[in-house]
């Protein structure tokens, strides 16, 4: 069986991280009996390099032509990146964005994983987070504030901006089934996260949602409002399961998520579109402060490979079998340097790839 | 010299511990020579039981008419609270919404401060919050999403909700050069946060708050994204002096802040106008679980006045010596059940207020 993946590379440490992805991926593939073939795609920095744009037509094309992209991480140091001397609006945000939309890559997966073996990083008190926590963000992704009509322009002389926030009931049934369809397979529950006693977006939010959630009984369904939620993920994520909130929501809290585990060099994330296509990437950024040391934790884009195993390529066993093979490196005290703690061994970028073939 | 103080109890806690910081305004009246008249103003549960509306326009009238407003809380049980029987858009937010705008408050300053004495509430590990942190942040109050045009209607036969975020360089100045001035009489330092990379609207703030801070040559500004703030909060809030912002990311991130500290009880608010009027309110809600019981802290609605004695009626030391009352009250080892801890003595609303004005 062979399957086609598009690379996305991308800028800082990227390469490096993608690499040992790949060879993770490889190694996975002769034990479970498929193939991978790769084709590498060029967006952000790089993209800009060939071609002076973050995100061109064809690369779009080509993406779709794959079974799923995996990608490192885009954006870089303000200073030295090539997209610096383009307009704002025209930066690899604006290719992140625009793929996300191209590709349609509606529904963006974040879990937040605390690995036991890693509490040390975690900021909060262990009294909090004993025996761990593992939630999942299940953010909106090409609607809202990201995608809405926007402008600036003078008003009666006053130079003004406006940005615009539109949901229909379309987009927010598909994210939301999404969501319950998740929480089936975990712990069964959603968290819905809106501003409902402020936005008219949110009152349709929290109106579909509970729609949606009659098709599944066996789902808890609570409504949380967002700034409520961004107290209550540092003061008890246990008790969270799947926190479904639109795209700006989103980012923010998924942020914050991901730094209350304390390890963000280990979090996976998956776009997902209305087929099994998706796009995977660490949480992470590019931290282009590391790029080219061979330093960078590989960890969540091994991760984020296998979510794509799972999501998009139907290969559970070898998804569970990468996911076992981090979990035993972890146990088996090897780190690199962002996760790092006494006792344990420091390893690079490369060596942490191979510590995780070895256990597959 | 007489001082009119509007005082609108709320909801829930509210009534109480409003009653507590009138009580220690009038024992720093005494000390310091002013005298106090309070006049009492509906908002939210207690207006709508009266006049069916959470806000009536001579409420607003009246607040105009007093130099200061001291607010409890608004709030409540979504199962046996008035105003539950409203439509969601009619509902006490709405109220509160009306009164910050036809007010004009539109800087709403809400420090997070943790305290010694309550490090033990806080969720943060020791190594992140040692030697304590005391931030602010200045939120826009009365811009952007909240205030913004909405509606919500079918659009070739689907629902869609539309809300709107606009900023012009009028509103950003304003409060951009409030934060500033903050930071003057603070350690000088501004950390804006928007969402350039996707809004209109924050760029546009951008490029306002920096030709303000060009007035401000002590003072460094920094410019961070929401999402990374998110972050940031949880990982070392130590790093931050001021932190301004927009409405919407406000909201989020004070409560963030808030919840940091670990003791929301403690927490004073501000919201101000052009002139030196403002409206001073706990951060926190209306708890309406623990509502007449009694037991309520009332310590972040006493550094509300203590707030508003600075900032709105010229009291300077009046809010130094309440200040300093509440910190010897901590020292002395007295908590209400929120923030106690072991080997503390637990006393009740009431019992709090009496142990700070006797302090005074
Ligand atoms: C780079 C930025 C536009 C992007 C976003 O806000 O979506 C990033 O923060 C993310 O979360 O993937
Ligand atoms: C009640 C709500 C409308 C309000 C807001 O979002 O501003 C509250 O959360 C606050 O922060 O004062």
């Known amino acids: 069986m062979s399957l086609k993946i598009g690379v996305i590379k991308g800028d800082g440490i990227g390469p490096e991280i993608v690499t ?17 073939s790769y084709e590498q795609l060029l967006l952000g920095g790089a993209s800009i390099d060939v071609h002076g744009v973050p995100l061109t037509d064809e690369t779009v094309a080509k993406a779709k032509a794959c079974d799923a992209v995996l990608m490192g991480s885009i954006g870089g140091d303000a200073k030295t990146s090539p997209w610096y001397k383009l307009e704002p609006s025209k930066r690899p945000e604006a290719g ?7 590709l349609n890559l509606f529904a963006n997966l974040r879990p937040a994983v605390l690995y036991n073996e890693l509490k040390g990083a975690c900021p909060l008190k262990e009294e909090i987070t004993e025996g761990g926590f593992d939630l999942m963000i299940m953010r909106e ?3 809202g504030l990201y995608f809405g009509e926007r402008k600036t322009e003078e008003v009666d002389g006053v130079m003004t901006a406006f940005d615009s926030l539109t949901y229909n009931e379309d987009e927010i ?9 998740i929480a089936m397979k975990r712990r069964k529950k959603v968290t819905s ?19 949606v959630a009659k098709d599944y009984p066996e789902v808890t369904l609570e409504h949380m409002l967002v700034d409520n939620c961004a107290m209550q ?24 998520a991901s730094m209350v ?53 139907d290969q559970d066993k070898a998804a569970d079998a990468i996911e076992a093979a981090v979990s035993q490196v972890l146990k088996d005290g090897y780190r690199t340097g962002d996760i790092m703690s006494d006792g344990c061994t420091k390893v690079g970028t490369a060596r942490m790839g191979d510590l995780i073939c070895e256990r597959i």
């Open 20 to 36: 040992e992805a790949m060879k993770v991926l490889d190694k996975a593939g002769e034990v479970y009996g498929f193939d991978c």
């Open 96 to 102: 992140l964005l625009k793929i996300r939309k191209e």
């Open 141 to 143: 992704l090409t609607g």
């Open 173 to 181: 049934r598909r994210i939301a089934i999404r969501a319950f369809d």
């Open 193 to 211: 996260v809106d501003k409902a006693n402020v936005l008219d977006s949110s009152r349709l939010w929290r109106k579909v949602v509970e729609e």
């Open 233 to 256: 993920l540092v003061r008890d994520p246990k008790q969270f399961d799947v926190i479904l909130t639109e795209n700006m929501f989103g980012d923010i809290l998924s942020d914050e």
């Open 261 to 313: 585990t304390g390890s963000i060099g280990m979090l996976a994330s998956a776009s997902l579109n209305e087929t099994r296509f998706g796009l995977y990437e660490p949480s992470g950024g590019s931290a282009p402060d590391i790029a080219g040391q061979g330093i960078a934790n590989p960890i969540a884009t091994i991760l984020s490979a296998a979510m794509m195993l799972r999501f998009s390529l």
